[in-house]
């Protein structure tokens, strides 16, 4: 079993800046991808932006330029740094880690973005 626990979720204005960080624990041997999801009310669940173990990165073209997404592999983290943030961005946000095959999530940070 792998354990995900996220932090920095909070209510920020909006044009302002926020940083989530997940660190995964357990029966780890090779986390494959880490990533970042985000649902808003009443809509689906969606990709903010992933990570490989090579460093390769993915980001939601809602977010590209804003928001960063880095990892620690040795500590196993993984960190989102989220710049210029507008009121669309409020959403509960998941981390996702993929380890030999399985998704494991955690269970969510909530981000609120004021007007």
């Known amino acids: 079993q792998v354990q995900l626990v996220e932090s920095g979720g909070g209510l920020v204005q909006a044009g302002g800046s926020l940083r989530l960080s997940c660190a995964a624990s357990?029966?780890?041997?090779?986390?494959?991808?880490m990533g970042w999801y985000r649902q808003a009310p009443g809509k689906q669940r969606e990709l903010v932006a992933s990570i490989t173990s090579s460093s390769r990165t993915n980001y939601a073209d809602s977010v590209k330029g804003r928001f960063t997404i880095s990892r620690d592999n040795a500590k196993n983290t993984v960190s989102l740094q989220m710049n210029s943030l507008k009121a669309e961005a409020t959403a509960v946000y998941y981390c996702?880690?993929?380890?030999?095959?399985?998704?494991?999530w955690g269970k969510g940070t909530l981000v609120t973005v004021s007007s």
């Open positions: 357990g029966s780890i041997f090779s986390i494959n991808v």
């Open positions: 996702d880690v993929v380890v030999i095959g399985i998704d494991y």
